[in-house]
């Protein structure tokens, strides 16, 4: 069975200082992947998909980036974080020509 | 431009009724629907979904019905179980003809089953 895994599960992190998180999956092959992010009081937005190795698509304007250095590895990254970056980041995945993405555990991420 | 819409925020049964959660979509080019249920703290877990060919989809307590003229859909729940309490999402994707396929989600509703 294909599992999800996202890491680290929370984070405080001061305005100014880098970020990373990261995403694996496992029992699969060239799966698309995506970040999202829930904010509070609204639904998950899209902020990047990659359907390969390398392969990134940005959603929305940002201070974010994202990395595929694996077919199964999806990395969202920032160099300055900015108190707006708050929020609930969740990894997902899909299978290639199939609709129905599967998230995993998320990263409550609080920029102080 | 909200493209799917989840009207109600939150709503409240009693525990063996139905729950019905309601979703209306703008987007004439979606052609999947997906329902993905949310406790606090975790990832959405996917529930149930329907493609555009179908108007109904059933999956043990879970039902979703697809009303394409109207553009809307609903996901019914019966009987409700206090498990059940969780943000409920709505999301919607159409066929870019790619092998990328990106969800559009409602803004959610918080679903209590009071025992």
């Known amino acids: 069975s294909q599992t999800i895994h996202q890491w680290p599960a929370t984070l405080v992190q001061p305005v100014g200082s880098p970020l990373s998180l990261e995403c694996t999956v496992e029992g699969t092959s060239n799966p698309n992947l995506y970040w999202y992010r829930q904010a509070a009081g609204r639904g998950l937005q899209l902020l990047f998909y990659?359907?390969?190795?390398?392969?990134i698509s940005s959603e929305v304007p940002q201070n974010l980036s994202a990395s595929r250095p694996q077919d199964r590895q999806f990395i969202l990254s920032s160099k300055k974080l900015l108190l707006s970056d708050s929020g609930f980041y969740l990894c997902a995945w899909s299978r290639t020509g199939v609709g129905t993405i599967y998230f995993g555990e998320g990263s409550w991420l609080t920029v102080v | 431009d909200q493209q799917v819409k989840q009207n109600s925020p939150s709503l409240s049964v009693q525990e063996g009724r139905i729950s019905i959660l309601n979703c209306d979509y703008t987007n004439s080019m979606f052609d999947y629907f997906l329902w993905y249920k949310k406790y606090p703290a975790e990832g959405p877990t996917f529930l149930i979904s329907?493609?555009?060919?179908?108007d109904k989809n059933e999956d043990g307590r879970f039902t979703v019905f697809l009303n394409k003229s109207a553009k809307h859909l609903s996901l019914h729940i019966v009987p409700s179980q206090p498990g059940d309490s969780a943000v409920y999402f709505c999301?919607?994707?159409?066929?870019?003809?790619?092998?990328?396929?990106?969800?559009?989600f409602g803004k959610g509703t918080l679903l209590t089953v009071n025992p």
């Open positions: 999301a919607a994707s159409s066929n870019s003809g790619g092998s990328n396929y990106k969800l559009t």
């Open positions: 990659s359907v390969g190795i390398g392969q």
């Open positions: 329907i493609s555009s060919i179908k």
